[in-house]
T-cell receptor, first 117, second 110 residues
Framework: GAVVSQHPSWVICKSGTSVKIECRSL??????MFWYRQFPKQSLMLMAT?????????EQGVEKDKFLINHASLTLSTLTVTSAHPEDSSFYIC?????????????FGPGTRLLVL | EDKVVQSPLSLVVHEGDTVTLNCSYE??????LLWYKQEKKAPTFLFML????IEKKSGRLSSILDKKELFSILNITATQTGDSAVYLC??????????FGPGTSLSVIP
């Protein structure tokens, strides 16, 4: 089956630092990748959609200068939380969709827990 | 505004019970209805529904979509403690956007 990995799974950082999260599709080419965040006991909120080689489309209310998304290849997308603050602490999940039969659904990565002190 | 609503938001049942989780949606350019199970980590895919009235089944889980009433249900029969999780319903649009509902937290007690 389609596998999506995320790295790191856990990150703790000081306020003001930038944090990069990687999302990789391991056994398929992801034409589209999605980034979500999830606060405790809440549902997933879509942050942005990215297609390989083009700029990400951000959802309303998501600051694109704060959350930089790069979809450099068909198997890798990165989310950089710039100048992170405690309110950015959350669970960040990526998902990927490929072409053909893989396109039927999104496959989720295991998520990255970010804690900003 | 696109939205997905789930009910109940939480549910506690005993092992062996049958549960029905509800999902209603209002989205423009609807393409499919998705069900996911989320335990401690990221959601795992359960079902994708695109056609009305066709039941999808996987073991003790089944789901059906009513596109006229904009509604879907997820049934779990003979529940087990391992079914305890948050069940997320999501609606996908033709623009590749997926809108998630708030989830139903299911607790199955022995």
């Amino acid at each position: 089956g389609a596998v999506v990995s995320q790295h790191p799974s856990w990150v703790i950082c000081k306020s003001g630092t930038s944090v990069k999260i990687e999302c990789r599709s391991l056994d398929f080419q992801a034409t589209t990748m999605f980034w979500y965040r999830q606060f405790p006991k809440q549902s997933l909120m879509l942050m942005a959609t990215s297609n390989e080689g083009s700029k990400a489309t951000y959802e309303q209310g998501v600051e694109k200068d704060k959350f930089l998304i790069n979809h450099a290849s068909l198997t890798l997308s990165t989310l950089t939380v710039t100048s992170a603050h405690p309110e950015d602490s959350s669970f960040y999940i990526c998902s990927a969709r490929g072409p053909g039969a893989i396109r039927e659904t999104q496959y989720f990565g295991p998520g990255t827990r970010l804690l900003v002190l | 505004e696109d939205k997905v609503v789930q009910s109940p938001l939480s549910l506690v049942v005993h092992e062996g019970d049958t549960v029905t989780l509800n999902c209603s949606y209002e989205v423009t350019n609807f393409r499919s209805l998705l069900w996911y199970k989320q335990e401690k980590k990221a959601p795992t895919f359960l079902f994708m529904l695109t056609s009305s009235g066709i039941e999808k089944k996987s073991g003790r889980l089944s789901s059906i979509l009513d596109k006229k009433e904009l509604f879907s249900i997820l049934n779990i029969t003979a529940t087990q403690t391992g079914d305890s999780a948050v069940y997320l319903c999501a609606s996908e649009t033709s623009y590749d956007k997926v809108i998630f509902g708030p989830g139903t937290s299911l607790s199955v007690i022995p």
